[in-house]
Nanobody, 124 residues
Framework: QVQLVESGGGLVQAGGSLRLSCAAS????????MGWFRQAPGKEREFVAA????????YYADSVKGRFTISRDNAKNTVYLQMNSLKPEDTAVYYC?????????????????WGQGTQVTVSS
């Protein structure tokens, strides 16, 4: 089992920045690729970013490419999502997820463990 706890969400003005963190406990964190997803009101959950086990390979949704950066610190069992130049359309609940797959997928059903989510609200 892997337990994931997100933090760092909040209310920010458009153009601002936030850094989300996801702390993992349980089995070996470095054995899992990690992903961030988000779900806006009335919409399906969507892929945001993912990172490989060692942190070398990173993947982004087109909508956040160039604005968001995913990273991880395996010594701290934590994955981060740095969000810059935030837009109102980035408003959503953000979830981190862990997968045993070597290459992190972009589909949510391929992830094994999920956090409870953290709310990000971007005002215009």
């Amino acid at each position: 089992q892997v337990q994931l706890v997100e933090s760092g969400g909040g209310l920010v003005q458009a153009g601002g920045s936030l850094r989300l963190s996801c702390a993992a406990s349980g089995r070996t964190f470095s054995s899992y690729a990690m992903g961030w997803f988000r779900q806006a009101p009335g919409k399906e959950r969507e892929f945001v970013a993912a990172i490989s086990r060692g942190g070398i390979n990173k993947y982004y949704a087109d909508s956040v490419k160039g604005r968001f950066t995913i990273s991880r610190d395996n010594a701290k069992n934590t994955v981060y999502l740095q969000m810059n130049s935030l837009k109102p359309e980035d408003t959503a609940v953000y979830y981190c997820a862990a997968t045993a797959k070597r290459v992190p997928p972009k589909t949510e059903y391929e992830y094994d463990y999920w956090g409870q989510g953290t709310q990000v609200t971007v005002s215009s």
